[in-house]
């Protein structure tokens, strides 16, 4: 079974940074494709960033563009999630995810493994 477990999270004001951490035990994190999503209260669980299992390749959502940066350590079974310029927008519950599929996956279901998520919240 695959555990992730996020970090990181909290409380900043616009304009503000923050680093989001996920570790990954149980198989073989470099066997996985990585991915964040978000969800804000009311709206749906969305994409923000995906990393290849090697990390060579990268993707994001039009509106984290320029502004965050997914990466991965895999000799620490870690994922985490760079976040520069937060808007308010950006406030959300971050999950990050692990999947098998090969190739950068944006739908949430083409993931099998999820964390329970931390809470972002940027302030105006």
């Known amino acids: 079974q695959v555990q992730l477990v996020e970090s990181g999270g909290g409380l900043v004001t616009a304009g503000g940074s923050l680093r989001l951490s996920c570790a990954v035990s149980?198989?073989?994190?470099?066997?996985?494709?990585m991915g964040w999503f978000r969800q804000a209260p009311g709206k749906e669980r969305e994409f923000v960033a995906a990393i290849s299992r090697g990390a060579a390749r990268t993707y994001y959502a039009d509106s984290v563009q320029d502004r965050f940066t997914i990466s991965r350590d895999n000799a620490k079974n870690t994922v985490y999630l760079q976040m520069n310029s937060l808007e308010p927008e950006d406030t959300a519950v971050y999950y990050c995810?692990?999947?098998?599929?090969?190739?950068?996956?944006?739908?949430?279901?083409?993931?099998?493994?999820w964390g329970q998520g931390t809470q972002v919240t940027v302030s105006s």
């Open positions: 995810a692990a999947g098998s599929r090969y190739g950068l996956r944006t739908n949430h279901y083409e993931y099998d493994y």
């Open positions: 149980g198989r073989t994190f470099s066997s996985y494709a």
